[in-house]
């Protein structure tokens, strides 16, 4: 089963032989149509209940409720990130899909304004696994990697910790030919700051 929200605009693409990430044209038509779309994070969820799991895996992409432990000490956070996970030495060193582990670190998509999410999936789109954007298909991305290249730069503001204890919902596996729709949903939901606010400090810190 896929998300209804999903599935429509999926459709719509196939019968303008519109393929998901395939071309730059593709992702592009994807998320201009998914920015026209008006959907709370808890509605999108509740469209597909199979895709929610207890564990995340590195390189895919999920939407999540979460609180942060510090949240009192934050300019703003935001409530439901859309995080494609990483491996995090600060959690533990054991990857996010490791049960052992406390949390995990992740890029949060939300905390770049649109322009800017675009270009970074863009780049990340050069080191995903294979092009079957199937259940395997995953970004092969490290912290390592993402520092050491330049065409991530815009990582930075992204880069968050997130403890399995403060997370309120189980994980909304986004499958990967709905990346670029999920990605410029305006699914997120900040705590203490306007999107408009945290994305003006987002690309004052890629600048």
């Known amino acids: 089963m896929v998300a209804q929200v999903f599935d429509s605009l999926l459709t719509q693409g196939e019968k303008q032989n519109i393929l998901p990430s395939k071309t730059t044209e593709a992702r592009n038509w994807f998320r ?30 999920y939407l999540f409720a979460y609180d942060p432990k510090l949240k009192e000490k934050l300019p703003y956070y935001d409530r439901y990130p859309l995080v494609f996970p990483l491996d995090s030495n600060r959690l533990g060193g054991r990857a996010a899909g490791s049960s052992s582990a406390q949390g995990f670190m992740g890029l949060n998509m939300h905390y770049l304004p649109l322009r800017l999410r675009a270009r970074l999936m863009d780049a990340l789109y050069t080191v995903i696994s294979d092009d079957n954007y199937d259940d395997r ?27 399995f204890s403060h997370v309120r919902t189980k994980f909304f596996r986004i499958d990967p030919k709905s990346w670029d729709i999920a990605l410029f949903m305006p699914l997120e939901r900040f705590s203490g700051a306007s999107p408009s606010a945290v994305h003006r ?7």
């Open 32 to 61: 201009a149509q998914a920015s026209k779309v008006s959907l709370n994070p808890n509605s999108l969820m509740a469209q597909d209940k199979s895709a929610m799991v207890s564990v995340p895996m590195i390189g895919q992409m």
């Open 137 to 163: 298909t995953h970004l092969q991305i490290s912290y390592k990697l993402l520092s050491s290249v330049s065409r991530y730069r815009f990582y930075k503001p992204c880069l968050k910790q997130y403890l």
């Open 201 to 207: 400090d987002s690309y004052a810190k890629v600048q």
